[in-house]
């Protein structure tokens, strides 16, 4: 595995360098040697936060902890991601698709978690088109943290998304 960190309002000193490689380094079991990996450490006023984003063919695995100790967080990244790989093995490696990042006892292995993932509620609903403000207000007025529409500029279908600090996000496709 090749792991890139990064850091960001902090300096990357070989102490955080050896945690992130020796924490990480546990995932070795589940990818080839080939797979990147890539960290990013920042701090922002007492949140020491880690992000990690591994890509896999056709999926992204990727996980974000924080906590006031920059090393706890590392241990946390790591415990969720291994949960992650475990859980969703069958999703993440369905019909050996996406099997090209993974070592082979990793996908072989029978898995000893089975959470299936199970759809309870589906929702239908008009789109009428509007512009990313107007469906900021729209999500806002239903108290939800997204809401899907259809693009009037565009004429696709968009979600906007609450994000931390009172600020909003906009997911448009990439066609």
Known sequence: ?????????????????GAVEDK??????YFNPDTDIFVTLSVEKERQKIEVTIPVKGNIIRSEQVSN????SI?????VIERQL?????KIISKHQNAASFKKEFIEKESDVDDEIRIIRTKKFDMKPMYPDDAC???ELLGHDFFVFCNAETEKVNVVYKRKGN????????F
Do not use: A, F, S
């Open 75 to 79: 241990d946390l990244v790591e415990e």
């Open 1 to 17: 595995m090749r792991i890139t960190i990064t850091g960001r309002n902090l300096e990357l000193t070989d102490g955080l360098k």
């Open 137 to 139: 207000v729209q999500m």
């Open 69 to 72: 100790d920059m090393y706890v």
């Open 24 to 29: 990480l380094g546990k995932l070795e079991k």
């Open 167 to 174: 600020t909003y996000g906009l997911i448009e496709p990439e």
């Open 86 to 90: 475990k859980k969703y093995k069958k």
